[in-house]
């Protein structure tokens, strides 16, 4: 069954990692390219192999030195710079002149009539093919190796792997508005995807039921915006009503993640909710919502407007100072900023609003998004 779904997905990087067993002192069987998860593009399996144990060192090449650590932590093992004094070796580097698409790497298990001293080499295209090239290298190994370190000799066979990505985005979303998630959570997370060699975490960051992200020019945005239930004035969708609950993320604690994201391969795009789903910024900063009439008779007095005026300038010098200090916190050079399930009709009953969209020629308050979006 798992073969045949293999086979559907093709090499579409985006599978679940899978554990190719070996039994100590016996040559495990030889793994093919389609074992792997994702599948790799090709597995060419040699003759004999060789023995690891808990004497192994990491050899840390060019610019491998997190990926090392990485692999060492993992696996239990000590770290040496190259060359190496330990004759039992697993060397990692990256090798921009490698014969590879971008994220591409090479796994070579050195042949030998009976298992000898190891000597793998991991290369690389860039950092994140290397890093890849050890995700694919834990799944050669027993399952107990995986979870709990190299504690015994293992045998590996002869081989030599090649790989690189069918899609260059890879990517993965994390809410932790809806349900907020600590920095060890966001950090599990990361650690889970990476190992499914997903490249992208879109971090939704912001929406109707919580802000999370620390704003220094607006410090509202958190002390109001990242509570909900009891006494907040923001009101739960989503979970308890009767206490007060949530959190937010401080900017030494964003930092923290990028970096540790970085070291797994992965990029944040953070996601900044705009001009709707904007209910905890309004709560907190009730000056970006239009003006004109609320309609609370069906939410026994609770004005649920989520929307940032579009005719307010003030609102559009606001975005850009939080835009900017989202944007010197994450090393992407994207910021995505929702644009979805605008609710037109805060806008049509907005006097300024209406007054914009007879200035731009606007038939449809829908046409404000566009020019929103264009600001």
Not at 223 to 243: H, K, N, T
Not at 343 to 367: I, T, V
Request: net charge positive.
């Amino acid at each position: 069954m798992i073969k045949s779904l293999i086979r559907h997905l093709g090499r579409g990087w985006l599978s679940m990692p899978l554990i190719v067993w070996s039994v100590c002192g016996v040559w495990p069987t030889a793994v093919r390219a389609g074992d792997f998860l994702p599948q790799v593009v090709s597995c060419r399996v040699g003759t004999g192999g060789v023995r690891l144990s808990p004497s192994t060192v990491i050899v840390a090449g060019r610019g491998s030195a997190p990926a090392a650590a990485y692999l060492a932590a993992a696996l239990g093992l000590a770290v040496q710079n190259d060359p190496p004094t330990a004759s039992s070796t697993i060397t990692l580097a990256v090798d921009p002149t490698l014969d590879l698409p971008v994220e591409g790497y090479r796994i070579v298990v050195p042949e030998g009539s009976r298992p000898v001293d190891c000597g793998i080499i991991l290369t690389g295209r860039d950092y994140n093919g290397l890093f890849y090239a050890i995700q694919t290298f834990l799944q050669l190994l027993p399952a107990e190796v995986y979870a709990r370190g190299l504690r015994g000799e293992v045998l590996l066979p002869a081989q030599t792997i090649v790989d690189y990505p069918a899609y260059s985005y890879r990517g993965a979303l994390l809410d932790v508005v809806r349900t907020f998630m600590d920095v060890e959570g966001v950090k599990r997370y990361i650690d889970h995807i990476s190992r499914h060699k997903i490249n992208v975490l879109h971090w939704h960051l912001t929406d109707d039921e919580g802000w999370r992200i620390q704003i220094d020019a607006y410090p509202r945005l958190t002390s109001v915006g990242a509570w909900r239930g009891g006494d907040s004035p923001l009101r739960p969708i989503y979970g308890a009503w009767e206490r007060r609950y949530g959190g937010y993320f401080t900017k030494r604690q964003v930092r923290e993640i990028v970096e540790y994201a970085r070291v797994r391969a992965v990029e944040i795009i953070p996601e900044i909710e705009l001009p709707g789903h904007s209910r905890a910024a309004a709560k907190a900063l009730p000056q970006i919502l239009c003006a004109g009439k609320v309609d609370t008779a069906s939410t026994a007095g609770y004005d649920r407007r989520n929307v940032w005026c579009a005719a307010n300038e003030d609102n559009y010098k606001m975005i850009r100072t939080i835009l900017g200090e989202v944007a010197a916190l994450f090393p992407s050079k994207y910021i995505h900023v929702g644009g979805d399930e605008v609710a037109p009709g805060q806008w049509r009953d907005c006097p300024h609003c209406r007054a914009l969209m007879k200035k731009k020629h606007l038939r449809n308050p829908l046409q404000l998004e566009s020019f929103f979006m264009e600001r």
